[in-house]
């Protein structure tokens, strides 16, 4: 097992060649292979090419690989194996800044071959229950799929925190629904698309596996345990979309129900101060014979007829119902309040 000295970042993950080979249960292997610039992946890409000229398919392919890729040959036309590249986001703990970082796989009945293992997950399939794991797996398959089961952690993590955030904007959204907080919920549901992007591949596999191994996989425990955590996320993935998607709707039916209670104001208002504006309009208007103009108690009267106007009009939209609406809203939101007042002092009580 030979390990190299040279360390380089490579898409924010710390990558040091090596060149590791591991033997399970003396029937199959793991060539654990991390080649972190282009020159050395030239040299390893031409050493893997001469110990296993079957792969040099997948080898040719590394290097113009910049996303996802999955693909199901058969040596032979019978033997069959799975290789391409995996993109996934390396989160340890909630708080974390997600690293992504981008491996290339191949697995056949006898090999398991990695290249560009993040440091992290090879410290995870190092501890002892990994190990063990690993050394149970009768297949190369088996080895892959406790591996691509243990790079699912970091999904966890990452959805962890995303629910984190996700209570911490609905209880913003209960106690006040400001103007930004549309902003946070599209930011969340982008959140949500990225981790959802990245689980695409896991899909992919599942049928990628069914169509290579057929029938093989319904006995194989490995592949059960790795189905059943893929259903754990898409269930999770699911449940967040119909979330936002509630909070989105939510936020919009306030914006309409608050839309429609600042046009009836502005109405109420405009229909109430409409005599103040027509008297104004015709009192101040530039000719000498207008009613009252020359009489010394005439401003007062005119004042008054506006008053009486103004409050016979409002008097006249409240009885016939016009006005209602606002001034229940407003005694409901302080209802609401108060209840919530009242809460709070029995339980400090």
């Known amino acids: 097992m030979n390990a190299g000295v040279d360390v380089v970042i490579v898409d924010k993950v710390k990558l040091e060649a090596r060149r590791d080979k591991f033997t399970y249960s003396d029937q199959w292997e793991w060539w654990d292979w991390v080649v972190p610039d282009q020159e050395s992946m030239a040299d390893a890409l031409g050493e893997l090419t001469s110990v296993f000229p079957e792969m040099q398919y997948w080898l040719r392919k590394i290097p113009e690989v910049e996303s996802n890729y999955l693909s199901v040959r058969f040596i032979n036309g019978t033997e069959p194996v799975i290789f391409g590249s995996l993109l996934y986001a390396v989160k340890n703990e909630r708080d974390d800044q997600r690293k992504d970082n981008q491996m290339f796989f191949y697995v056949d ?6 290249l560009n293992l993040d440091d992290n997950t090879r410290g995870i399939m190092n501890t002892g229950e990994r190990s063990a794991m ?6 190369a ?9 243990a790079i699912l952690h970091y999904y966890h993590v990452g959805m962890d925190h995303f629910e984190m955030n996700l209570r911490d904007l609905e209880r913003k959204m209960e106690s006040r629904n400001a103007r930004t907080l549309m902003d946070q919920i599209l930011a969340a549901r982008f959140e949500l698309l990225y981790w959802s992007n990245l689980f695409i591949p896991y899909s992919e596999l599942m049928a990628a596996t069914k169509e290579a191994y057929l029938d093989e996989m319904k006995e194989n425990r490995f592949f059960q345990q790795l189905k059943h955590r893929i259903e754990r996320m898409e269930r999770l993935f699911k449940h967040y979309e119909k979330e936002i998607d509630t909070l989105i709707s939510i936020d919009n039916a306030i914006s309409g129900v608050r839309g429609n209670d600042i046009m009836k104001t502005l109405t109420l208002v405009t229909s109430v101060f409409t005599p103040a ?9 530039n000719f ?15 004042l008054a007829l506006i008053i009486i106007s103004m409050i016979g009009m409002y008097v006249w939209m409240m009885m016939r119902g016009w006005t209602g609406d606002l001034l229940k809203v407003q005694s409901s939101q302080s209802a609401a309040k108060e209840t919530e007042k009242n809460s709070r002092v029995k339980r400090r009580r």
Do not use: Y
């Open 109 to 114: 009945q006898n090999r398991l071959v990695t």
């Open 277 to 285: 504006t027509a008297a104004g309009a015709i009192w101040g208007m």
């Open 288 to 302: 000498e014979n207008l009613p009252w103009i020359d009489k010394t108690w005439g401003v007062v009267l005119v």
């Open 141 to 149: 398959r088996d080895g892959m799929f406790v591996l691509f089961r």
């Open 134 to 139: 690993l050394q149970q797996c009768s297949e």
